[in-house]
Nanobody, 115 residues
């Protein structure tokens, strides 16, 4: 069964923090690079951070130094700690494998940063 369940989004002020969580089914998570993507209406979904099974991370320049991705391989869960949030971080955030394994996405979690 393929499953991705994102949580932890919300409304925060400019400069605030949030921690997102994503519980994934083993078929997606196990032995895979996992990433956090985000999408705003009218734009393509973009990959903002990813992490290997060994913990090597990579970030888009727009979030580098502010976001931290981590994973718990025992729990099939990936996290995104977001600090110093900016209004331009407002989006729906999704997790998924990198590259994608299936044409399947969870419901995502909305992050809204007010100025």
């Amino acid at each position: 069964q393929v499953q991705l369940v994102e949580s932890g989004g919300g409304l925060v002020q400019d400069g605030g923090s949030l921690r997102l969580s994503c519980a994934a089914s083993g078929s997606i998570f196990r032995l895979r690079i996992m990433g956090w993507y985000r999408q705003v209406p009218g734009k393509q979904r973009e990959l903002v951070a990813h992490i290997t099974t060994g913990g090597t991370t990579n970030y888009d320049d727009s979030v580098k130094g502010r976001f931290t991705i981590s994973r718990d391989n025992a729990k099939n869960t990936v996290y995104l700690q977001m600090n110093s949030l900016k209004p331009e971080d407002t989006a729906v955030y999704y997790c998924n494998a990198v590259p994608l394994l299936y044409d399947y996405w969870g419901q995502g979690t909305q992050v809204t940063v007010s100025s």
